[in-house]
């Protein structure tokens, strides 16, 4: 039980690493790969989504589950999957 509590905490951590790191990558892609493939609505909702992550990440996010990381996660993806598969 005591390995499984350890790998809990250990693939929640991972799960809010990789949220984070994701947000900065999607910042930047915005911007950079995904430019051509994303109207100006849709960067900024993009944009907003993020800031609301980064923000969730500081409050609420602080100490949550690892669910909760990939669920915000999968949000983040569904905006960038259209310039995905276009590029």
């Known amino acids: 039980a005591m390995i499984d ?3 809990l905490i250990v693939a ?6 990789t949220l984070e790191s994701s947000i900065y990558a999607f ?3 915005i911007d950079g790969e995904y430019a051509a493939y994303l109207d100006s ?7 907003g989504a993020l ?3 980064m923000e969730w990440l500081s409050t609420d996010g602080e100490d949550t589950t690892r669910e909760a ?6 949000t ?7 310039a995905e598969k276009r590029k």
């Not at 609505?41 to 944009?47: G, I, L, M």
């Open 5 to 7: 509590q350890d790998q």
């Open 12 to 17: 929640t951590a991972e799960a809010k690493n």
């Open 76 to 82: 983040l993806l569904a905006f960038s999957a259209p």
């Open 27 to 29: 910042r930047d892609k």
């Open 41 to 47: 609505q849709t960067k900024e909702k993009f944009n």
């Open 69 to 74: 990381y990939v669920e915000k996660l999968n």
């Open 51 to 53: 800031d609301a992550a």
